[in-house]
């Protein structure tokens, strides 16, 4: 349990990292290979785990090949070592609870472009933000303009705009959905 929680805690310090800037500190995932490295080692022999780290690192490919950034596929990498909740692989539990804060995020762009002046449509009211142009400068990486199909490709800087208000799609900062996903994961283990 003690690995699972150090993991937990350097997520959670991650997650942090995520929110504020959208960029992580390298050295919260070397950190964090210790306790991954430990929980591999003791459950090493357990077939159920063994397809559960395969899951987690099937998926953790198949997200960064889709273009999600690097840190939420190490992040779901790390997560993987983890052992199962009963019979659930563990990135499936951690997902499946992180994505439950899903519309508290869409309820608040609702809440925050509602009276803001971008036009949007009603899908892009919570999916998108409208920000400022001093906003979007202040932290281009919190906010995604134009078509983008890879995260690690984005260039906030190469973005010349003279508008007062940007639509933007906001950078979903998944690694703060993994992280409490993953404290729920803690939860039921331990309540299990």
């Known amino acids: 349990m003690i690995g699972e929680v150090a993991l937990g805690i350097l997520l959670t310090i991650a997650a942090i990292q ?6 992580i500190d390298p050295r919260i995932f070397i950190a964090s290979a210790a306790p991954a490295a430990m929980l591999i ?7 159920l785990y063994l397809f559960s780290l395969a899951i987690g690192a099937a998926l953790a490919l198949s997200m960064r090949l889709l273009g999600a950034g690097y840190a939420d596929s190490i992040a779901l990498a790390l997560i993987s070592a983890a052992p199962p909740v009963l019979f659930l692989p563990t990135p499936f ?17 609702y809440l925050k472009n509602r009276k803001r002046p971008c036009q949007m449509s009603a899908l892009e009211k919570i999916t998108h933000v409208c920000v400022s142009r001093q906003e979007f400068l202040k932290n281009p ?52």
């Open 18 to 23: 995520d929110l504020k800037t959208r960029e």
């Open 41 to 47: 080692y003791l459950n090493w022999g357990s077939p």
């Open 93 to 109: 539990v951690v997902v499946i609870a992180g994505s439950l804060l899903l519309p508290l995020t869409m309820l608040w762009l």
């Open 141 to 192: 990486l919190k906010y995604i303009v134009g078509e983008v199909k890879d995260m690690e490709k984005y260039n906030p800087t190469a973005i010349k705009t003279e508008k007062e208000w940007i639509k933007a799609r906001y950078g979903l900062p998944y690694l703060a959905y993994l992280a409490v996903g993953y404290w729920a994961y803690i939860t039921i283990r331990t309540l299990s």
